[in-house]
């Protein structure tokens, strides 16, 4: 899975926000979703969930990904 780098702006509000989400695998044969946010610019949280296949953790990542997008987020990735 490719990394999903998103952003969200709204200069009205001094709004410059990222969501990067990828997938990786773990060192016993498991997954883990990597989600890092933050300020554009800066550096942001990283935040891992661990998963028990790469499968899941993909679904999880792109249902993060929809999620976000209908919050507002734009795929800078395209």
């Avoid at 899975?1 to 009205?12: A, G, K, T, V």
């Avoid at 998963?51 to 395209?78: R, V």
Wanted: aromatic share 12%; with cysteine; hydrophobic share 30%.
């Amino acid at each position: 899975m490719n990394r999903i780098y998103l952003e969200r702006h709204d200069p009205e509000q001094n709004l410059h926000r990222f969501y990067q989400i990828y997938v990786v695998p773990g060192i016993f044969g498991d997954w883990s979703l990597v989600k890092e946010w933050g300020r554009v610019g800066s550096p942001g949280t990283v935040r891992k969930e661990w998963f028990a296949t790469e499968d899941e953790a993909i679904s999880a990542a792109q249902q993060l990904s929809q999620s976000k997008q209908k919050g507002g987020y734009h795929d800078c990735n395209k």
